[in-house]
């Protein structure tokens, strides 16, 4: 294992090549807020919460995609990165439909719990109010497209760890949405195995099980962790 | 906070947190007739803008925290309503420890309520003096003037509202009560907690009682006779042996002679029997006992009507006090006055309530919540608030999606009585053509008889925000007074 070393938030820090800026940056004690990035899931970069600053770059770029290298200068927090990820969160706000204090994760909410981080007492952007539905044709779970941010966990944990490949992404700009099966109810496609994999990952009240109610959703997405770990590693944890 | 309209897309504020609730008037008309006398008026409810739209599309599930939000003043009667028509979409029993702590907190939440009403807002009045200075006229007054008094109302408000909250997790915010029954048992040690301090409380409800029956008979005598004092029909839940009820049995409607017009009825045909007037000049529905029609089949609910409406309580110390409200006010007691009156009586019945199903050992079974599906597409809950009868009636599809909704809310019901009240303070109290600061007052007292859930009469007393306006017989502006 070659080790590079970098700098960031004017820290030394040593870390394997190949390893992600996130990685090296929370190694290294530098907490960066992610959205759409779990561990155990392969990385898609969509939520831009991870930006980080990178000397001689004029461009920001996301923390959980890009590799680490010898030498580099590197900045998670910074005025400029503060207002950009409050914008963020702020989009995500305004662009659906979020009334916490009716929601199933109310309390439990990875949304949220980035929006109290990043200082939004209110949305300086207009809400859109779009027109969305709930899907609750599924027998023992709920999407509520409400409150979907996108981030294209469930996707990934359903192709990638399950198997199944219930979930995609289907249509463009303000129509897209997640879909399951060809763009079914959830409850008519044949391919999900029930297994609520997908309700463990979501960072929202998005997804459910059916007969929550207010605030009772405790979304457990590290559990992925210990089920990645112990297929790699076949034995005890 | 808002949440769109599913018709138009556009915004549409919802009023869900009590705090960021706008403060809103109380509206006032009075309308005189050709000759100077007042002929009639009207208390204009302009909170709750077609909430029931709000609701649809939304799983039934949430029902209960966006019934609770919304109506911010009682969420607990909104939670057990939405959480009994839950139950019936899920077609299940629930477990019978369930009940028992949903009775729990019922009772928990009527005590703090009506101490709320009593203590805080509407002591000051007849302890202090209608003329008395309006910025004493308020609960700090109440402390400075008689602090033994107000120190134990706010210590029976507490009782309830930590009773609520070792229930419920957090004071109003949880849902705590779901459909197929609640969601955690009853804690360790709040058994033992709560009986410690009933002895307490009481002794705080006695003297309120004593004080209170002594004022009626002395100091209170004219506005007795003048704060809505009217025959008219009562309605509300009576259990089955005819003993007063909060939860459960089924609706009774009776006349002012006491003749029951109807009986054992469930809550699936309030229908059948109840109709909903719309008014033009109100955004609250007008509900009333269909054979009679609007106006003579105008109905009380809430604490008057529930003492009105059973035979008996059922527990020693509250049927004392029901007796002697009898020997006071007659069998069925027509003054709104005595709304007060039941208030107190009424936390009594809840403390032996309380007392009672802490030393039911069935309360402390683990197995609270009852699981099903949706199975069945429409079904009507209803619960006694504080305020009076509360019904949640709900349609949903085959997943639970809600299709249509219907609350009818006590504030609605007493809308009517409420009218009558002020058009009789009016007549009674008004000065030629003038709206003096003494009406104003009566008029803020005759409202805080039924303890309407708006979030202007919360206020303290003597600062109920006010907006009254007398009309001549051409309907011309002839006064506007605003307070607050
Ligand atoms: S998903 Fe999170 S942010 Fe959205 S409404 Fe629910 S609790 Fe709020
Ligand atoms: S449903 Fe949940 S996990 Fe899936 S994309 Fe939406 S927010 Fe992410
Ligand atoms: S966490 Fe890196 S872009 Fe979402």
Redesign the interface.
Known sequence: MTVITLTIDGRSVATASGATLLEAARAGGSAIPTLCHLEGLSPVAACRLCLVEIDGDSRLQPACVTAAAEGMVVRTTSPRLAELRRTVIELLFTEG?H?C??C?ANGHCELQDLAVAVGMDHSRLP?R???R??D??H?LF?L?HNRCILCTRCVRVCAEVEGAHVWDVGWRGEHCRIISGLDQPW?AVDACTDCGKCVQVCPTGALFH???????KEGHPEQLQVLVRARQQGGAP | ????N?ET???RT?L??PVTRIEGHAKISIHLDADGQVETARFHVVEYRGFETFCE???F??M???TA?ICGICPVSHLLAAAKTGDKLLAVTIPPAAEKLRRLMNLAQICQSHALSFFHLSSPDFLLGWDSDPAKRNVFGLIAADPELARSGIRLRQFGQALIEALGGRKI???WA???GV?APLAEGLKERVLGQLPEMFAIAERALALFKQLMDTKLGEEREVFGSFPSLFMGLVGSDGRWEHYGGGLRIINAEGSVLVDGLSEDAYASVIAEAVEPWSYLKFPYYKPLGPEAGSYRVGPLARLNLCERIGTPRADRELIELRQRGGRVVSGSLYYHLARLIEIVACLEGIEALLNDPGIEGRHVRA?A?VNALEAVGVSEAPRGTLFHHYRVDA???IEKVNLIIATGQNNRAMNRTVTQIARHYLDGAHLSEALLNRVEAGIRCYDPCLSCSTHAAGSMPLQVRLYGADGALVEERIRG
Request: no cysteine.
């Open positions: 439909n009334v204090a009716i199933v809400y109010f779009p027109s539905s709930v609750l044709s027998p709920g509520d409850g059916k007969g929550d109610g207010t605030e009772e | 906070m808002e949440i769109p599913p897309n556009q915004p919802v869900i947190d599309g939304r799983p599930t949430e209960a925290a966006i939000r915010h949880a849902a779901v459909p197929g969601r699981r599906s997943n639970g999606l």
